[in-house]
C-alpha cells in the first residue's frame, strides 16, 4: 500500500518537501538551543555593600546551577554571618499562552507551526504540477496505444507546456504520415489490381493450352501477387491498430476450427468440458470454445498457420484446441503440428518478422513471407500471444493463445 500510495510523482515531491522542513527545523532548534542553553551556565557573582559603600560580603552562584532556576547566593559578610540572598525569577505577564518547550520560550513550537504551514501548503502546489505531467502521461498513453489523433493540453508557459507542444507537433506530423502511408497503400493496391485483373483476362482469352505450365507459371504468380497485395494491406491496417478496422464480437472457434481443417483435409482435436475429444464432423453438443475478436481475422489466422504447415511440412498436419487458465484468466490455445524439417531455435522469434523466410526457403513452395507475420500481428491485436516449438518426433508447433470470452 505505501510503495503504491510513494509511486506518483507529486508524493515524492511533497513528501521531499516535508523532510527538507523537518530537517531544517531541527537544525535551527538545535542552533538556537546552543546559543540560549549553553553546556554549562556561568558563575554569577554578588558583592553586598554598607551605607558607607565598603564591601562587607561577596558570594557565587552554585557551580550546579540549571536554566530556569532563582539565583540564590550564600552571601558570607565580613563579621561571619551568612546571608541567603534569593532573586526569584520574574514571572511571565498574563496572556502569554506560548507553550514552552526545550527550545526556549516557545521557539520550538513556532518552528513546528511554521514546517506544518509549510508542508500543507506544498501539497497543493505540487499537485497542480504534477497534475499537468499525469495529463500529459494519459495523452502520451493513448496516443502509443494506436489512437494517433490523441492531444495533450499545452497551455501555460512553463516547460510542461512545451514539452506539451512538442508532443502534439510530433503527433501531429507522424499522423499525417500514416495517413499518408494507408493513402499509398490503398492506391497502389488498387492501380496494382488492375492490370492483374487484365493479365488474368488475357491469359483465359489466349488460345493456350490451360495445362500448359507457362500458363500454369503464369497463373501460379498472379495469385501470388494478389495475395501480396491482400496481406500488405491487411498487415497495414492491423499495425495502425485501426478502431473500425475489425469489430469483435462472441463467436465459437471450435466451429472456426473445423471449417479450416476440412479446407486442407487437417485434424481436429478439440478438448471439450467432458473431456472428450472431437474429430472432424462430429457435433459439439454446446461445448464450443467461444472467444471474443473478429471472425475475419481469426479465420485468416488458423488459416494463415494451416497454410504454413502443408507448404513446409511433409505428412499430415493436425490442428489441435484446448483451453487452460493462467493465473485468474481462461485462455484458449491454437496448436497447430506438422511433419516438416522444423525451425532451428535460433529462428523461431524471427520467422514472425515480415518478409523473413528461413534460409533455403525456395519461392516454389509459395508463400510471401506475411503469413507467420499476420498471425503474430492478429493474436496481439486479440490480446493474445503466439510462439514457435519443437516438435517431438520431428516438426514444429505453433502455438497461440487467446483469451476466452467470458
Known amino acids: 500500500m505505501w510503495a503504491r500510495f510513494t509511486s506518483h510523482l507529486y508524493v515524492r515531491i511533497w513528501l521531499a518537501v516535508v523532510a527538507t522542513v523537518v530537517v531544517l527545523t531541527f537544525l535551527v532548534g538545535a542552533a538556537w538551543r546552543l546559543s540560549v542553553d549553553p553546556p554549562q551556565l556561568p558563575i554569577r557573582e554578588v558583592l553586598v555593600h554598607n551605607a558607607a559603600g565598603e564591601v562587607i560580603g561577596t558570594a557565587q552562584t552554585k557551580p550546579d546551577r540549571k536554566l530556569g532556576e532563582d539565583l540564590e547566593f550564600d552571601v558570607v559578610t565580613n563579621d561571619g554571618q551568612t546571608l541567603n540572598l534569593l532573586l526569584p525569577r520574574p514571572k511571565r505577564p498574563p496572556g502569554n499562552s506560548w507553550i514552552r518547550l526545550p527550545f526556549g520560550f516557545g521557539f520550538g513550537w513556532m518552528l513546528g507551526l511554521v514546517g506544518l504551514a509549510v508542508a500543507l501548503g506544498a501539497y497543493p502546489v505540487m499537485r497542480r504540477l504534477t497534475l499537468r505531467l499525469e495529463a500529459l502521461q494519459r495523452g502520451v498513453e493513448r496516443w502509443g496505444a494506436g489512437d494517433l489523433s490523441a492531444r495533450v493540453n499545452a497551455s501555460g508557459s512553463d516547460e510542461v507546456a512545451f514539452l506539451a507542444e512538442r508532443f502534439n507537433h510530433a503527433a501531429e506530423r507522424i499522423e499525417s504520415l500514416m495517413n499518408s502511408h494507408k493513402s499509398l497503400l490503398a492506391n497502389a493496391s488498387h492501380e496494382l489490381r488492375s492490370p492483374l485483373a487484365r493479365i488474368r483476362m488475357g491469359l483465359e482469352l489466349m488460345g493456350v493450352d490451360p495445362a500448359s505450365p507457362q500458363r500454369l507459371e503464369i497463373a501460379r504468380s498472379i495469385n501470388e501477387l494478389d495475395q501480396l497485395i491482400d496481406e500488405i494491406l491487411l498487415a497495414s491496417r492491423l499495425d495502425a491498430k485501426q478502431a473500425d478496422a475489425e469489430p469483435f464480437e462472441t463467436l465459437d472457434l471450435t466451429g472456426l476450427a473445423a471449417e479450416e481443417c476440412s479446407r486442407v483435409n487437417a485434424e481436429l482435436q478439440a478438448e471439450q468440458a467432458s473431456g472428450q475429444e472431437l474429430g472432424m464432423g462430429v457435433a459439439n453438443n454446446g461445448h464450443s470454445l467461444t472467444v471474443q475478436g473478429s471472425p475475419r481475422l481469426l479465420r485468416r489466422l488458423i488459416r494463415n498457420l494451416l497454410e504454413n504447415a502443408r507448404r513446409y511440412g511433409r505428412g499430415d498436419i493436425s490442428l489441435e484446441l484446448t483451453q487452460i487458465r493462467v493465473g485468474k484468466q481462461q485462455r484458449a490455445v491454437i496448436k497447430v503440428h506438422d511433419r516438416g524439417p522444423g525451425v532451428p531455435a535460433a529462428q523461431r522469434e524471427r520467422i514472425f518478422e515480415p518478409f523473413y523466410r528461413l534460409p533455403g526457403a525456395s519461392e516454389r513452395e509459395g508463400g510471401v513471407g506475411l503469413g507467420l507475420a ?33
Open 374 to 406: 499476420l498471425v503474430k500481428s492478429i493474436s496481439e491485436r486479440h490480446g493474445g500471444t503466439v510462439h514457435c516449438e519443437a516438435r517431438p518426433g520431428g516438426g514444429a508447433s505453433f502455438i497461440v493463445e487467446l483469451p476466452v470470452a467470458a
